[in-house]
């Protein structure tokens, strides 16, 4: 593994592999880690860094507040994770990459399709978040972590994040808790912020990133104006709603939606789906 400074933050990556480049946008909600492609769903069988590094130069890393890589206490926005992978591939003097997303990744992929169009060879969308349930859960997250922090001080959330596993999985403790975590001098600089700015700072980012219930990341007029390959596989639960998949492939023009539901994908299909994906786009390209 290696690090890159991306827009001034420390950014955890990892890049190997042959062949064109393909940039992964991890699963895991708020936890984006490396480890998100070998420990979570069907990527726990495919293990992608190892099965599709014969056919693809890998790009993998913790997103900016996940894992290993640092943070800025900032507001979140769609395009600011997007500009972490544009950046990225920068650091990496990458023009261009095949973008793969899963769960919250997906958002990060239709994003940077949105802001970083000339960045991106095409899109390959894993079950896609969005629907009511995922902005109640989303708004739930960031509810729990701002009534934490006003009835507790920044100081009891730097001391929770120290013993938990990730925004995510432990809302009370904050979308900065990895960082918190790790790096004593970020979490001396955090405790010190004024609280009910940072609270208006933590209801603007939950309120952009959650304002609808469509599939998140970019807007509906947005995804209608992507002109690149997109590729989707839909899940079918409260956080990645079926009806996600249909609407992006409803409104990103071409885009294909795969027949298999979560029963039917494994690490073979899955695996397939990507190889095949991207071949039939490299095919439509030379035929045209």
Same mark, same amino acid.
């Given at each position: ?44 069988? *495919?293990?992608?860094?190892?099965? /599709? ?22 507001? =979140?926005?769609?395009? /600011? ?13 990458i023009d261009r990459a095949w973008v793969i997303g899963g769960c919250m990744g997906v958002s990060v992929a239709v994003a940077l399709g949105a802001y970083f169009p000339e960045r991106c060879?095409? /899109? *390959?969308?894993? !079950? ?5 349930? !995922?902005?109640?859960?989303? =708004?739930?997250?960031?509810?729990? =972590? ?21 925004? !995510? ?10 960082? *918190? ?7 001396a600089s955090y405790v010190k912020q004024d609280l009910e700015t940072y609270l208006a700072l933590v209801a603007h980012s939950r309120d952009v990133l959650f304002n609808d219930t469509m ?24 956080? =990645? ?18 027949? /298999? ?11 397939? !789906? ?15």
């Amino acid at each position: 593994m290696a690090y890159a400074n991306v827009n001034g933050i420390k950014i955890n990556y990892v890049v190997q592999g042959s062949g064109p480049p393909l940039i992964m946008l991890a699963p895991g909600g708020f936890d984006s880690t490396i480890e998100s492609w070998s420990t979570r769903g069907v990527w726990k069988d *495919l293990k992608p860094l190892e099965t /599709l590094a014969r056919e693809f130069t890998l790009i993998a890393y913790d997103r900016r507040e996940s894992g290993r890589s640092g943070g800025r206490v900032e507001p =979140h926005t769609w395009w /600011l994770w997007a500009a972490e992978a544009a950046g990225l591939l920068d650091h990496l003097k990458i023009d261009r990459a095949w973008v793969i997303g899963g769960c919250m990744g997906v958002s990060v992929a239709v994003a940077l399709g949105a802001y970083f169009p000339e960045r991106c060879a095409g /899109l *390959l969308l894993h !079950w896609p978040v969005g629907g009511y349930r !995922w902005r109640a859960k989303g =708004h739930m997250n960031f509810d729990k =972590h701002v009534a934490f922090a006003r009835a507790n001080g920044l100081a009891a959330v730097a001391q929770r994040a120290r013993k938990a596993s990730g925004f !995510w999985a432990d809302p009370e403790c904050g979308p900065w808790a990895s960082v *918190l975590a790790q790096d004593v001098g970020f979490a001396a600089s955090y405790v010190k912020q004024d609280l009910e700015t940072y609270l208006a700072l933590v209801a603007h980012s939950r309120d952009v990133l959650f304002n609808d219930t469509m599939p998140s990341g970019a807007s509906g007029e947005q995804l209608m104006a992507l002109k690149m390959p997109a590729f989707i596989m839909a899940g079918d639960d409260a956080s =990645h709603s079926t009806s996600s998949a249909h609407a992006l492939r409803e409104l990103i023009p071409g885009a294909a939606l795969s027949a /298999l539901m979560p029963p039917q994908q494994n690490a073979a299909s899955v695996g397939a !789906w990507i190889r095949d994906s991207v071949a039939a786009a490299q095919n439509g390209r030379r035929a045209a």
